[in-house]
């Protein structure tokens, strides 16, 4: 990572962009001495010693003696001083949206979740304004524990739908009942009651699921990589060459929806034999013999798959089978370096691994398919709610001084 302005930029986009990649490194690295940010960002001691200088005067990060300079009570020399991200007094809130769940939290500066709340309750076609006013409760309760004097610089949240993410507009969220919902205008208008002025990014899951392992999960470091995720449907997150892909209109990764079966079952979205008829949770239970109901059903599934039972080890073959294929056409299309299993995925995918990797050598090409890791994510099932974190602090990341100067 090179810090370094490009041909005919002035003198301070050149400093914005090197405090904006200083700060982005103290986030997802951690504390970071002086020395290592001379040496990956290829500036002098000055000039580091300059930014640091000016993120530590807006509150952003904080310098201090490394622990062993400490603990041996000096000695030759100087050490390098450490940067280290200021939490306690810089943090987004993060919401995560599902079918049959609401989780808030609170995340500060560097990725370390302050506080957090979840509620659990039974499938239904759930209002807006019930689901805005459950967040709106747990934020003022995160609020009333934040340090005083400390600053929310944004506001992120990841849910299973269709979002023109210019407004935060739900187009189509299925499992809630919500067509054209202003979800982004709504929580907007809520947190404004609370003082929180900072801006509101409401992304799909998945996209927010594979940004968050690109970051700080089982894809850090890859540049090509797709992040699977299912609960009643299945989605995807893309990221080529180290950037997201969404399409123009911001509504890409529906892999839900490719037709894998067309003389499978008819789908919700109207197509016949789509892959989540194949691997959704509905499939798994049907083909366990289970009743429709919430998630946990599907862990109940892979445990009598392990127990021997007959039927669902014959509902895990079934979805072993359907999605080596589904992978397979990820694989070919995409030439990723890892595919992560998330949501309920991250359940099922070490009963059907073997199965999965045996159908993708006659669906996936060699030489892609040679290239892939297939694993579970690095953040387990926070993936999502990570995912809306980072996308809150990305204008912070940007620019660092104007964000902090606009909300302090």
């Given amino acids: 990572m090179t810090a370094a302005g490009t041909a005919g930029s002035t003198q301070d986009e050149v400093r914005r962009h090197n405090v904006s990649t200083l ?10 001495s002086r020395t290592e940010l001379t040496s990956v960002m290829q500036l002098n001691r000055s000039t580091i010693g300059a930014l640091t200088a000016d993120l530590t005067q807006v509150g952003l990060v904080r310098e201090e003696v490394p622990a062993r300079a400490r603990a041996a009570g000096g000695g030759a020399g100087r050490p390098s001083l450490v940067v280290c991200p200021r939490p306690e007094k810089v943090y987004v809130f993060a ?9 808030a939290a609170r995340v500060g500066l560097g990725g370390s979740i302050l506080d957090r709340r979840e509620l659990h309750r039974l499938r239904g076609d759930y209002a807006l304004e019930d689901v805005t006013a459950h967040l709106g409760r747990f934020t003022a309760e995160m609020l ?8 929310c610089v944004g506001v992120g949240v990841a849910i299973a739908a269709l979002v023109r993410e210019a407004d935060g507009q739900v187009r189509y969220a299925p499992n809630l ?9 709504k929580l907007a208008d809520l947190l404004g009651e609370y003082g929180i002025k900072a801006r509101i990014a409401v992304g799909n899951d998945a996209d927010l699921g594979a940004l968050a392992e690109h970051v700080r999960g089982a894809a850090a470091g890859s540049s090509d990589a797709v992040y699977l995720t299912g609960e009643v449907g299945v989605g995807a997150g893309i990221i080529v060459s180290g950037e997201q892909l969404r399409g123009h ?7 839900g929806h490719t037709v894998v079966n067309p003389a499978g079952r008819l789908c919700r979205c109207g197509a016949r034999g789509c ?10 239970l049907d083909a366990a013999g289970h009743p429709d109901g919430p998630r946990s059903t599907v862990s109940a599934v892979v445990a009598a798959a392990a127990g021997g039972d007959p039927r669902a080890l014959a509902a895990m073959r079934h979805v072993g089978e359907w999605l080596g294929i589904g992978v397979g056409n990820v694989v070919n299309i995409f030439n990723p370096d890892v595919v992560i299993f998330g949501g309920l995925l991250r359940d099922v995918f070490p009963a059907v691994e073997q199965q999965l990797r045996t159908t993708l050598l006659t669906t996936g090409l060699a030489a892609p398919r040679e290239q892939v890791r297939l694993v579970t994510p690095g953040l387990g099932a926070d993936s999502t709610l990570v995912g809306a974190a980072e996308r809150a602090f990305a204008p912070l990341l940007f620019d660092p001084i104007e964000v902090i100067s606009s909300l302090t």
């Fill in 23 to 32: 700060l982005r490194y103290v986030h997802v690295h951690g504390p970071t």
């Fill in 95 to 103: 919401y995560d949206i599902g079918v049959d769940y609401l989780i």
């Fill in 144 to 151: 009333g524990r934040a340090e005083p004097g400390s600053v």
């Fill in 177 to 185: 009942g919500w067509v054209d919902v202003p979800l982004g205008t």
């Fill in 249 to 255: 209109g911001g509504y890409g990764g529906e892999i």
């Fill in 275 to 284: 892959w989540e008829t194949e691997i959704g949770e509905k499939a798994i």
